[in-house]
């Protein structure tokens, strides 16, 4: 039914109408009575529609279409927190890295800012190769969620960018207690990053976790044989290769 029909210039009836649809979960045949009640004249009436109206949107998948609502009200200065959070979502997802820095740079200065923003803002940064950003709210976001094993991940991968090895380093030990494989790839990296600082005996430890885990494991299995034979553990080194030969 048109907005009209149902409730003929009455705004007010045309926005209970839309809410009482929504709470029904008819977003689709709401839209119409929202879009009736923001011609309205008073400004509570056109705020509680428009936000309502945006609500509905997200429901139905009207992605594109909520962006550009929202990024209108982020234009005239009256886009709220969560919005501007919800904004950098939807654009962060579309990986619009840098369409997502501004809203969620305004959600991060909330006071009650949290972790979801924290975090998609440090890799937004890091995408767009900004790692000295990228590290500072990666770090707030690890402040706030010290168990996520993505902030602990990408860290370790902003860190090795800024030459922070010792720090990449100690972020890759930490994503591979987190890690649901058991840590299997973080600790592949963790023994080529030991590998590059010299320690071969670290490499060594990590790369037979690895090894124990996955005997099929080709790559792991030659460097960790490589790294015996160069410590003239040759018997250890055969036993390696013969493993490998075996699976």
Known sequence: ARAEALAPGNAHLQLELALMLSR?????????LYDGALENEDAAVRELAGHNRLRCLLQLGRED??????????????LEPALSLELGRL????????????????????????FPGR????????????????????????ALKGDDYRTRRTLAAVYDKLGRRDDAVREMEAAAKLGG???TRDREALAR????????????THLREVFAANPK????????????EKGKRLDEAQGVYETLVKH
């Open 91 to 114: 654009l962060w997802i579309a990986e619009d890295w840098e369409g997502a820095v501004g809203p969620l740079e305004d959600a991060a200065q909330a006071p009650d800012a949290g």
């Open 181 to 183: 494989d058991g840590g």
């Open 193 to 204: 990053a030991y590998l590059e600082k010299g320690d071969t005996a670290q490499a060594e």
């Open 65 to 78: 279409e909520a962006i550009t609502v929202m990024q209108g009200w982020r234009d005239a200065g009256s």
């Open 24 to 32: 029904d979960g008819r977003c689709a045949d709401a839209m119409e």
């Open 217 to 228: 494991d080709e790559k792991a299995g030659l460097s960790l044989g490589a790294i015996l």
């Open 119 to 142: 975090y998609m803002l440090g890799v937004a940064h890091y995408k767009l190769g900004r790692f000295e950003a990228a590290a500072t709210h990666l770090e707030a976001a690890r």
